[in-house]
């Protein structure tokens, strides 16, 4: 059974940082995309990250130079360091999983609030 867990969420000052990580198991297939999306009351879901097997990253105009993606192959985790956050990253946030057969696979989420 595929299970995604995200773990790193939490409160933070403005300004503050945290570091989000989403570790898949369970997973018999090569993973080729992994990323991190959000979803704020009442807006849709949005991307904020992603990055491909080889490394290639692409960011959200709103997080870029702020946040940094990462992820560990031999692991199957990938991980969102979100530096100089803002009232507005406060949001659930979405771990995603791409398989090289393209299923897609997502976190349960974790909540990030930054507060002014």
């Known amino acids: 059974q595929v299970q995604l867990v995200e773990s790193g969420g939490g409160l933070v000052q403005s300004g503050g940082s945290l570091r989000l990580s989403c570790a898949a198991s369970?997973?018999?297939?090569?993973?080729?995309?992994m990323g991190w999306y959000r979803q704020a009351p009442g807006k849709q879901r949005e991307l904020v990250a992603t990055i491909t097997r080889s490394g290639r990253s692409n960011y959200a105009d709103s997080v870029k130079g702020r946040f940094t993606i990462s992820r560990d192959n031999a692991k199957n985790t990938v991980y969102l360091q979100m530096n100089n956050l803002k009232p507005e990253d406060t949001a659930v946030y979405y771990c995603?999983?791409?398989?090289?057969?393209?299923?897609?696979?997502w976190g349960q989420g974790t909540q990030v609030t930054v507060s002014s």
């Open positions: 369970g997973i018999t297939f090569s993973i080729s995309t």
């Open positions: 995603n999983v791409i398989l090289l057969i393209g299923t897609t696979y």
